[in-house]
C-alpha cells in the first residue's frame, strides 16, 4: 500500500507540473493532502484565510503571504463552492485576466484549497521572469478519485458535489523557490475558488500531505526517485529533477 500510494502521488506531480520555458530547469513537487482536508498538514506555516477582507470586488489584496493584484477577483462569504471549514470568506477569480500572487521573499512551499474545482481552473508557478511549472487541472481532477467530490464543511456537506474538493502542496526541493504565482480562469462562466494560502520559508526535501488514496506518505528522497523512476521520465520530470542548469 506505500509504495502504491506513492506511486500515484507521484503521478500526479509528474503529469501535472509541466516542464517550464525558461531556461533553469525546476525541481517541483505537488502532493494532495487527504479527502475533506481544508488547510496544509506542513508545520510551521503563515496562512492567509481572506475572513478578515471586505467582501466584493477587489483590485488589490495584501495579505499575510504576499500582495495579490487582479482586475477580475473578489471576496466571497463562503457558500457550497468555497470557505473552508463553511464559514467565514474566500478568495474567488471569475474572468480571464490574470491574478497575480507575488510573495515579499522567495518561498519553496505553497499551498491552497482549491474548491469547487473546475478544468478551466489553472495556474502557472514563477521564479521572477522564468516558468518554473504550467499547472494542468484536466489531469488533475482525473487524478483525484470520488472521496474529493462535494462540499465537506459542516455548513454546505455534500452540496455541489459534481465537483471536487482538495488541498494541494507544492515544494521545491534542491534549493528551487519561486516568487510569484498566476492563477487564470479563462472560462467566464466559471469561477476559481481558493482559500487557506500557506506558505513556509523554509525549503523542504520531502513532500508533505499523502497520496491520492489518504494513505499517508512522506518518502525519503532517494526513494522518491527510484519508485518513480519510469514515470518520472516518460512524462519528463525527471529532467527536472536531474537536468543541468546553463552556464
Known sequence: MRMASLRMQLGIASVVL???????????????????????????????????????????????????????MFVRTADQYGGAGGVGKYLAVAGDAPTTLTFNTAQSFFGFWWSAADPTNAFAIYSGSTLLASFNPTTALGALDYHYKGNP???????????????????????????????????????????NFSIRAEALETPPGTGIDGVGVVPEPSSLAMAGASMLAACGFAARRRGRRPA
Not at 26 to 32: E, M, Y
Open 153 to 195: 464543511t459542516d455548513d454546505f456537506s455534500g452540496q455541489d458535489y459534481g465537483e471536487k474538493f482538495a488541498y494541494l502542496d507544492f515544494t521545491g526541493t534542491d534549493g528551487t523557490t519561486f516568487d510569484r504565482i498566476v492563477f487564470m480562469n479563462p472560462n467566464g462562466g466559471s469561477r476559481l475558488e481558493l482559500d
Open 18 to 72: 509541466g516542464l517550464g520555458t525558461g531556461t533553469a530547469y525546476a525541481d517541483l513537487v505537488l502532493s494532495v493532502e487527504p479527502p475533506k482536508a481544508q488547510q496544509t498538514s506542513v508545520a510551521d506555516v503563515t496562512t492567509e484565510d481572506f475572513d478578515g477582507f471586505e467582501t466584493g470586488w477587489q483590485s488589490s489584496l495584501t495579505t499575510a503571504v504576499g500582495t495579490i493584484t487582479s482586475d477580475s
